[in-house]
């Protein structure tokens, strides 16, 4: 599932609990940015971010 930074800043907690069951590719102006995933532990983690973005910003 894609998901802008816009959509992701207004409707985080539902993409927090999406992510439990599937990855949630976060996007900025079209190019995947970073990945919401769930990890061996069985918990939601942010994977790849690019340096210096500001996806709250």
Same mark, same amino acid.
């Given at each position: 599932? @894609?998901?802008?930074?816009?959509?992701? /800043?207004? @409707?985080?907690? /539902?993409?927090?609990?999406?992510?439990?069951? /599937?990855?949630?590719?976060?996007?900025?102006?079209?190019?995947?940015?970073?990945?919401?995933?769930? @990890?061996?532990?069985?918990?939601?983690?942010?994977?790849?971010?690019?340096?210096?973005?500001?996806?709250?910003?």
């Amino acid at each position: 599932m @894609n998901v802008s930074t816009i959509e992701l /800043k207004h @409707n985080l907690e /539902k993409y927090l609990v999406l992510a439990s069951a /599937k990855d949630i590719i976060i996007t900025q102006e079209g190019i995947e940015i970073a990945r919401l995933t769930t @990890n061996h532990r069985g918990r939601v983690s942010l994977e790849g971010v690019r340096e210096n973005l500001r996806i709250f910003g």
